[in-house]
């Protein structure tokens, strides 16, 4: 078993639509957990950043963490065709020594809004 | 402007060719990574540098080497390439203070013939 998965989609929305993006994960050592977007024929770009438990939100963006399900979401509200890429959940521990900043990334979400 | 660059955009090869990749950044960060990314398997570490001439192996490591001679160069070697190494490869950089935040190449799609 992966230790996290992502469910790949493809997901197609209309615009205007809330879009929900999840990611599950087996390793209780994580902490941190981030979104990256990739726009094609790009390197994927953080998008949004969490420390352990909770939520966060940025504009139309709202990431939040449920630690206790292992179980994390990306929520785009009002979602434009510009948001078409696609999505990757990543985590990592809080682990020291050599392995400090290795991610976990999950296999990603092809996300596509269409006017 | 964070900027990480990667020496091919695209590259063709042929089995039992000897290959290099190249990965420059210019934030002066101390951690570099290599990853392939293939449809539904998302990314995968193959290796990673945290300082000059070390290195440590990522998830996938066989049937590549790595070489970090300067802190902003970091190099994937591909001995004698193989048509299952046929994939998109991207490398990046991380500041150590933010252990969160990695900044990637464009990428390299490589086919292997």
């Known amino acids: 078993q992966k230790e996290v998965e992502q469910d790949p989609g493809p997901l197609s929305v209309p615009e205007g639509a809330i879009v929900s993006l999840n990611c599950t994960y087996s390793?209780?050592?994580?902490?941190?957990f981030m979104w990256y977007r990739q726009y094609s024929r790009k390197g994927p770009e953080l998008l949004m950043y969490?420390?352990?438990?909770g939520n966060k939100e940025d504009g139309r963006f709202t990431a939040q963490v449920d630690k206790s399900s292992k179980y994390i979401s990306l929520f785009i509200r009002d979602s434009q065709p510009s948001d078409s890429a696609t999505y990757l959940c990543?985590?990592?521990?809080?682990?020291?020594?050599?392995?400090?900043?290795?991610?976990?990334f999950g296999q990603g979400t092809i996300l596509t809004v269409h006017p | 402007d964070v900027k990480v660059t990667q020496s091919s955009r695209y590259l063709v090869k042929r089995t039992g060719e000897k290959v290099f990749l190249e990965c420059v950044q210019d934030?002066?960060?101390?951690?570099m990574f290599w990853y392939r990314q293939d449809p539904g398997l998302g990314l995968r570490l193959i290796y990673f540098?945290?300082?000059?001439?070390?290195?440590e192996k990522g998830d996938i490591p066989e049937g590549y080497s790595v070489s970090r001679e300067k802190k902003e160069r970091f190099s994937l070697i591909l001995e004698s390439a193989s048509t299952n190494q046929t994939s998109m490869y991207l490398c990046?950089?991380?500041?150590?203070?933010?252990?969160?935040?990695?900044?990637f190449g464009p990428g390299t799609r490589l086919t292997v013939t």
């Open positions: 990543a985590m990592r521990s809080n682990a020291g020594g050599t392995s400090y900043g290795k991610l976990t």
């Open positions: 390793n209780s050592a994580f902490q941190y």
């Open positions: 969490t420390y352990s438990s």
């Open positions: 934030m002066d960060h101390e951690n």
């Open positions: 540098s945290y300082d000059v001439k070390m290195k």
């Open positions: 990046a950089s991380m500041r150590l203070a933010d252990s969160y935040e990695q900044y």
